[in-house]
């Protein structure tokens, strides 16, 4: 009893310490994406922009980003136009420029004919990577889906995991400049563009996954902990560690380990083999819990998910003076009682009374104990996830409760504007121009389904905190009446992202055909983990199949029907359209921990 008490208090412990870790790794990312968003902001709003500018501006902000190799610009250069920009370059000072990218062996060769190029135009620090002048980032394939998926969004985009300019493995950040007549590189005299938007190119910054953990982690205290990073969302981190579809060691990148205190990308340092042993159970390695999702948090750059598998290391201890203090004492009172006991048997029989008061009284106190013991953990666990909700829905009510006077108030300001313009229409030729400079027809236009998006967007993610709240009822620890489609539909919710279609796969439709069923009495928090468990191993048993081939014929489905049998009992039917169960494991599907 005691004993969970302190692993109680170590896994309180334990959970503070990942947070800090998360915490930490997640601001250094979001420093990187917001100093490529910055440099963009400048090229958009500058009308002209030479080198030495991008140099001076760029160099005076790297020093302070720890972690990040450079920043560049890569201009988009149609077919028709690449002989009119390398002679632009090459007017510049740079003897024989040519658009060039990497043959099979690594080495720069000019650049093959395609449509379209992205060749770095400008990079910094450039002592550096002076010699990364010229080469096309199209002719890296993950490298041109993030540019033209940033095109397409209007927003940072991160690639995958690529080799850099270094040839380290590393992220490369996209930020989309977009333009009308304000972007002209004072060196290339590129056509002054109408009024209508234009995609310029891209700002990039490129780091290391090593270099970027080393500059986040440097001042924490991370005694005890292990941490492993995967290219893998939370989810199907959770779903691979569980053997249900692909091996997390496929898709590992850096490991931290305790008792070496050292990054190491090497899967046999790591130990992976222990994590993706296939009767390797999570209760053994993430102690705090039956389940690997405690252990795994999430990390976002860009558009890009990662997960990080954090786990208490092998040589983590739990205190246990205090355990050895309480038994101490639990023992001389025992062996106090014993003694009383004994005297007791020779006394009269309103002694012998008195003491069977006495152990009742002493029941009392450990069941009092057990529940005093229960009740902070939940304590612990309500505080968590009511900071949590707060946290989100505060911003979230935020901003949803200000769109609409900020729309209100935009209007205003544009109606006032227009009766100006009625009132006076002969402006100033100064005027003029700065009318022309803003382009204010667009952006009469677009402010207001700018903050339609916002007010959505605010909608959709209190949808998807109810949703959380629905799915996990983490207050609700005793039976209740709920409603099942309640519970279904917050289920979907949360793995609506795994349904959308997949680069691999087409989008998984699910079909629902609800009967009238009435609140039931049961333990909402199991159920619907139940529902996440069967949902999840159909969506897992459907990729599969996509990816033997065995679903060409037709599209994946998930059917979901309910039906009330009697006023005792319901039926909650979940199917897919995939190829089964094989025979020689259904006689296994009831095993324990199977």
């Not at 440097?218 to 939370?234: A, I, M, T, V």
């Not at 998910?305 to 001389?332: C, F, K, Q, Y």
């Not at 935009?410 to 313009?421: E, G």
């Not at 236009?445 to 209190?462: A, H, I, N, Y």
């Amino acid at each position: 009893m005691v004993y969970h008490w302190e692993l109680a208090k170590d896994r309180e412990r334990f959970q503070q310490q990942s947070t800090v870790l998360v915490n930490k790794l997640q601001r250094q990312l979001d420093s990187y994406t917001q100093l490529t968003r910055s440099v963009g902001t400048f090229l958009n709003t500058s009308k002209e922009v030479s080198r030495q500018e991008f140099q001076e501006f760029t160099s005076s902000l790297l020093p302070y980003y720890d972690g990040l190799l450079g920043l560049g610009w890569s201009q988009k250069v149609e077919n028709q136009e690449r002989s009119n920009y390398e002679q632009q370059l090459q007017a510049q000072g740079l003897i024989d420029f040519k658009i060039r990218e990497h043959d099979p062996r690594g080495n720069q060769v000019v650049a093959g004919d395609r449509q379209v190029y992205f060749p770095t135009t400008y990079i910094e620090p450039l002592d550096r990577w002076q010699d990364y002048i010229g080469w096309d980032a199209t002719s890296d394939i993950k490298r041109l889906l993030s540019i033209e998926k940033a095109e397409r969004i209007g927003v940072s985009v991160s690639t995958p995991l690529v080799q850099l300019e270094n040839g380290k493995p590393g992220f490369v950040l996209y930020y989309p400049v977009f333009a009308s007549n304000n972007l002209k590189f004072q060196s290339l005299e590129s056509k002054k563009l109408d009024g209508n938007t234009k995609f310029q190119g891209v700002v990039f910054g490129f780091y290391e996954v090593r270099t970027w953990m080393e500059k986040a982690i440097s001042n924490l205290n991370l005694n005890g902990l292990d941490f492993y990073l995967y290219r893998l969302p939370e989810d199907q981190l959770d779903s691979a560690l569980n053997k249900t579809a692909v091996t997390a060691t496929d898709y590992f990148l850096i490991a931290y380990k305790a008792d070496s205190q050292s990054l190491t990308e090497s899967p046999e340092v790591a130990n992976l083999v222990v994590i993706d042993s296939p009767t390797e159970q999570p209760t053994r390695l993430c102690r705090y819990s039956p389940d690997w999702e405690f252990c795994i948090r999430s990390l976002h750059t860009a558009q890009q998910e990662l997960s990080l598998l954090v786990l208490p290391a092998s040589d983590r201890s739990i205190s246990s003076w205090r355990s050895g203090t309480v038994l101490a004492l639990g023992l001389l009172l025992t062996g106090s009682l014993v003694m009383y006991l004994l005297i007791s048997q020779q006394a009269t029989l309103k002694v012998e009374s008195k003491n069977r008061e006495l152990e009742q009284l002493l029941q009392q106190l450990q069941q009092t104990q057990l529940q005093l013991v229960q009740t902070e953990k939940m304590s612990s666990l309500g505080r968590l996830v009511a900071g949590v909700a707060h946290e989100i829905n505060n911003p979230v009510n935020f901003i949803s409760g200000n769109v609409e006077y900020a729309s209100n108030h935009f209007q205003d300001l544009f109606d006032l504007l227009r009766l100006y313009q009625t009132e006076y229409s002969s402006p100033t030729p100064e005027i003029e121009a700065a009318i022309e400079d803003i382009d204010l027809d667009f952006i009469a236009e677009d402010l207001p389904k700018l903050l339609k998006s916002m007010k959505v967007g605010s909608e959709r993610l209190r949808e998807i905190v109810l949703s959380l709240r629905n799915f996990s009822r983490l207050d609700e620890s005793k039976v209740k009446e709920v409603d099942i489609h309640t519970g279904i539909e917050s289920t979907l919710m949360i793995l609506e992202n795994r349904l959308k279609t997949q680069p691999a796969r087409p989008e998984i439709r699910v079909t629902k055909d609800y009967g009238n069923l009435p609140v039931i009495e049961c333990y909402a928090g199991q159920l619907n983990q139940v529902f996440m468990n069967i949902l999840a191993n159909a969506i897992d048993a459907l990729e599969d199949s996509i990816q033997v081939g065995q679903l060409k014929e037709r599209s994946p489905m998930i059917s979901i029907k309910t039906a009330p049998v009697d006023t005792e009992w319901i039926t909650i039917q979940i199917a897919d359209n995939g190829p089964g169960i094989s025979t020689d494991i259904q006689t296994s599907e009831f095993e324990y921990l199977y």
